[in-house]
């Protein structure tokens, strides 16, 4: 084996190994993200409860550092968490408990379009037996792509016609939520 030959097969190695670790972590990753973003969610009333009562500003600034946009890939899972996001610049999750119910039943839908695929068909692959490895393998992009292309379909319109409601809606009002007159009176700071 010549010198280049071994040069290459060393930076082959280390660039396979290397893609292999980079894919196994943010496969491994994601599942916690959908679980922190739910449970992130479940608390944010308790969270705004409790910042009024932080007396530095610099401690209510990072508890507000938590809620940064976290990055999620799955189409359809994603298209929902977009959705979540339409709901919040729309409404008032925070005040509005039929808002606050629908982002939280939309957040578990996603969280499922994510974990289900994940847990029986990636994490399934090598440890079921063959009456449930055909399920396993419809469940992974990887072995059907057929359905993988098409649900990326679906997730691009989606999004896109979210989008367009949301670029709607943002040049109508500026992207402030519409309150009633009572509403705005009732969270003013003279109330």
Known sequence: MSPDQLAQAIISGINDGGEQFLEGTLAAALPVVWLALLGLHLGRPYILDMIDRFTLRLGADLLWLVYVALPLTG?????????????????DPDHDPRAFTVVTWLLGLGALLYFIPYIFGVQATNVLTDNFQAVSNFLVTSTNPNWAVALAYVSVAALAIMGAVAVGYTLRTGGRAETSDAEELAHSPQA
């Not at 189409?75 to 409404?91: N, P, S, T, W």
């Open 75 to 91: 189409g359809l899972a994603a298209a929902v968490l977009f959705g979540v996001l339409l709901i919040k610049l729309m409404g």
